[in-house]
């Protein structure tokens, strides 16, 4: 699909009729939900859109990078989304954010909840701390719609009546819209896109891959979990999120899932149509796993993930080099407690301090995260931003420093 | 677009409000709020304005004049003029029945809400799915359904698992970043985790099925839930159900049972399953077509067992044959379909299937 400029638009629809160029111009008005979030190496922002089944990615290179990259922290943020978009914070969902590779702006996808429907929204925070909504009709757009089963052409057809001819279009397989899919993480990695998501009413294929520009060609493979005591079985498993690095020399996706368990896929094994086993390298604890990130600690690749009811955990890329994977007997089946003396299991990482819970967080430049922290204490949400070496809050933090005693002492 | 205040322009402007002040407090504009969602806010200025300034003439803000409107961002919009008039149009529409506030330039504050023109239903759980008194151990997904869309990110503080001794699972359901509601925003999926579905013999090491076989749980909704919009908070809501044996094997479609409908009525073709289905996907996955293949139209109903499904066509049956097409993706509410169960063998082969499905005539009338 060609990418157009709206203003030339006009002109070219008229002398050429095209039917493909009309949907790349009315791309920026269909999306219906601006979910996750992801941005390409020059600033193309992919938008997952779960109720029209389609990535968006909207032109939003060439922009300039500031000199410096600074903080910003802006307390209720969640309020201060809604005060804009005319809601109360209730009627606000905060789907995704991303960071802008160059410009450092930072990206927030929302719900606003309405009378009877939502509506979908991009707030902008640049570096001035100034928010705005996004204008989303002045960048030129494609749209990328997810097949259904992509690796299947077939129609609803009556069987073993002759010769018939196709079916009314309305319930022609292929133009069943993939609504029902919960875009949740998408990574952006040498000209692909990998979409991984949860179906509101189905437990189906849910790792894609697509190249970028998109050609309408995409593969989907089925991620399953092996049960590890009980060798031999698999179940269809959702991926929650996922960074792409390079492990034993091969780039390979590394991903939370159910639990808090943490896989290994080779990027080779996402092919259309794949059932891919993904190896269970460690379990580093109960809740919920959020975001995976990826930044330089130390000099050193690492991954950060967030969890909603843990500290943020740390693992160093190079400590998965030759890890092993889970074998039969290693572990039991099912869920395991933090309290079992088994686990944690192959945790090549550690847990790290972090001042409240982070709902959200990304790379703001190389030595800053962004995060929408759930402050422990007032129960706000903020937008905080704390170098990454250390991310806390440091002046929030009382210790012995603070009391007069320990200067009157010294 | 939110309009920003340039600093040594503001400092101007002050100094001309001061002075404009006591002549313009006595001959303020006239304000005139909107009376549907869609509508603009207008505001006539009594005279026109002297000197340039970046501040809009007037500012709408979310929420009551009381807590307005220092620390608050302006509504995000566009203004247009027109002779003396300059009319506000927000970029989403208002919301009924939220209060909101106008402050102009000047500092003085109005506030406006939209009363709505029909009622917002108050928020309550309508119906949680599967229901029917009994689910099988193995059950996957749950749905909830609402009256109305319900404040987002408070489902973990609200829905619990509770066993027959009263013990509270809260982390019975997967929670990811993003919720998974349906498009209108009133019906939740809840997932169970497949890592804590057990397969074979208990380890009395594991963290535990959330469900175990021939006990009975409640799955509760705590009274307090607020809806999106509005004051109010839905009341609470149990669904009480004992555990049937898990699923394992695939479904098919011989273990079937159809009803047949009456050529020349609307009467309707039932299937009685053999086990329950998912309560969405029956509603879309489960087709039927004529003899040349076209769509047929029609009311689809599941029972609450979620195992006895019908379909009553929108005009009467004709003699013929017809054909029930089935999606092979359409599954059990453990999650296995007509390709595959959800927990298989390694190695197993998926049954490459996409439709199925299963010809039917309607009976002459009469017997």
Redesign the interface.
Known sequence: MNTVKMTALAALMAATGLTSVASAQEASFDM??A??LEFSDDGTLFVGD??QGAIYAFDMTGQAAPDQIAPVNIGDIDV?I???????K????I??MAVHPVSADILISV?????????P?IIKINQGG????L?LASLTVQKQALDN?PD?E?T??????GQ?????R??A?GNIKL?SL?I??MEYHEGELFISG?A?????STLRRMPFPFTDEQSSANVE???I??????????I??MSIQTVDGKSTLVAAY??S?VVLIDLDEIVDGA?I?ARTIMDYG?G?P??IISYSLNGEDTLFLTN?SRSPHIIPVASLNGVPSYTKGDL??????DT?A?MPVGDTGKAVMFDGMSM?IANLGESLFVSLTRDMYTGSLNMDSNFNGFPNRLHNLVAEFDFPQYYADK | MAFLTRPSLAATWVCCALSMATQSLAQDGQIEPPNTPDSSVDYTLSERPTGLSDDPEFQVFVGPSGQCCTNKSPISGNYSFEELKVTFTPAFEFLEGQTYTVQTRHGALSEFKITPKVAQPRPEVLAIYPGGGQIPENTLRFYIEFSTPMMPHRAEDFIALVDDTGAVDDAAFMMFKQEIWNEDRTRLTLLMDPGRIKRGVAQNMTLGPALEETRRYALVVRAGWPGATGPHVASRYENCFVVSPALRARPSLNDWDLSLPTIGTRSRLAIAFDRPFDAVQTSHNIRIINAKGQGVTGDITLDASQTYWTFAPDKPWTSGTFEIVIDAHLEDVAGNNFRDTLDHPVGAVTREVDQLWIPFQPMKSGG
């Not at chain 1, 509101?200 to 189906?204: A, E, M, S, Y």
């Open positions: 219906k939900f979910g996750a779960n109720y201060k809604a005060d804009v978009l005319g809601v109360p209730s009627a606000l969902a789907n995704d719900s606003r909840i309405g009378n009877f429907e939502s509506a929204a100034a928010l705005e909504v204008d089963f299947q077939t609803f057809r009556p069987r073993g009546l018939m001819p196709p079916l009314a309305d319930i397989k609504s919960a949740m993480d949860v509101t009413d189905n437990f189906l979990m092996y049960h005591s009980h060798d031999q079985f698999e179940t269809r498993a959702p929650r999120a159910t639990c368990p059932k086993s109960n919920q959020l975001d909603n039991p089946d099912g869920g395991k407690s079992m088994i959200q």
